[in-house]
């Protein structure tokens, strides 16, 4: 769905904000779905039923008040077999809402009555499929069920099985639930196909920070849970001519193979428009903003630029920021200490008004540690960002790690233990300690850690 389109009943959009289809006609969506011959019900991500068509309204025996608003276990009628059938498509709904991915299950039986108030036996392969808002996450569930009762008793009676008497099943029907099954087996390939090559292409992109003497650099990239929504996030950290290091952690609209090729092009803009002008960090986000809308790529995307400095004569380090709205990075002192780099940011990439974008400083010293992250370390559906973003320098210094390396594994072990529904993209930076040789706190850690990370 269109982010800020309004959803209607049936689960499009209003007219006002549906977008017309070629030749400038304008598509009706509601009455669309509502004739639909497939019984299908339109759900939220905590599956309260938003909208049932005609179909599924009669297959049930039910009208619409009696089960729009009302939870999908509440809402239809249950036989005296068919409560297997409902635990059975319920796991599978809020598995759908965790993963994204597209599921059938069946076939099932799940009855329904008859006027004479006895139950008809029915049997069911449902279809579970996520819409998916901009931000990659599952903003509704279309459920859709398909009737293969008489498949189910012709197999039955073939095999000589006790069953109720049935009218054998014309071979359309057969031809029909094979088909369906079919499409639905070419759709979760082609998904997957589609999956492996936005995670290889992803890995391609993320490249490993370099070596710099004094600072030791750490990233980690976390796919979704279970790597179903690849997006747009990344990091990445370079040398500047004049002997600087800039750090960069970004996250691009989207949750898909081509979120992840915008993700490419706009990492290589703001790479090569850093290093071209030597510029600082408000200065090369707005000349990114400016070549990618230049170039029309449509990408729209947060991040974060931050110029470490060579090292003073005490060790310390000139730090210069500047976000194109994305989460503040945070700050960890020597002394186990941690803070929000508080600092007004600026517009989104992609939404740039031409005015310059805030840009702030800060002094790093020997043994601080920069954190930079993307939203899915921090955002949670129905929990204030806000509220999260003010507790996270509490959370990360109880943390107890310096080191870049065991840092951000601890970090991704403590906010996202069973993983998420958003990729994570980390990036930590330490000015390391006099004496003590760059790398040497993260002794133990994988050179290529498992999640496809790298670090210097």
Known sequence: MRPGATPSAAGGEDAAAGEAP????HVDYRAVFAVLTAPKVVLSPDLVVLDANESFLTSVGRPAEAVLG????DAFPVGPDGAEAVSVVVASLRRVVRTARLEMVGPHRYDVPERSGAWA???WITTNVPVVDAGGRVAYLVHRAEDVTDVVVAGRLATGADAPPAVPPEHGVIEHAMAVSSTIGRFAAAFERERAAAIHLQASLLTPPPDVPGLTIAVRYRHAAPETNVGGDWYDAFAAPDGAT????GDVTGHDTAAAARMGQLRGTLRAVTYTHDAAPGAALDLTDATATGLGLGVTATAVVARVDAAAPDGSRRLTWSSAGHPPAVLVRGDGSARLLA??????LGYGTGAPRPQHTDVLHPGDVLLL???GLVERRGE??????????DRVAALGAHAPDELLDAALAAFIPGGTDDDVALLAVRVDPAGEAPGTASAGSAAVPTDGAGKA
């Open 70 to 73: 009302r939870h999908f276990v």
């Open 246 to 249: 800039v750090v960069v952690v």
């Open 22 to 25: 070629a030749g400038g006609a």
């Open 373 to 375: 992250y993307t939203d």
């Open 343 to 348: 600092g007004r940011p600026g517009m989104l």
């Open 384 to 393: 204030s960002l806000r509220a999260t973003l003010a507790g996270l320098p």
């Open 121 to 123: 036996e029915r049997w």
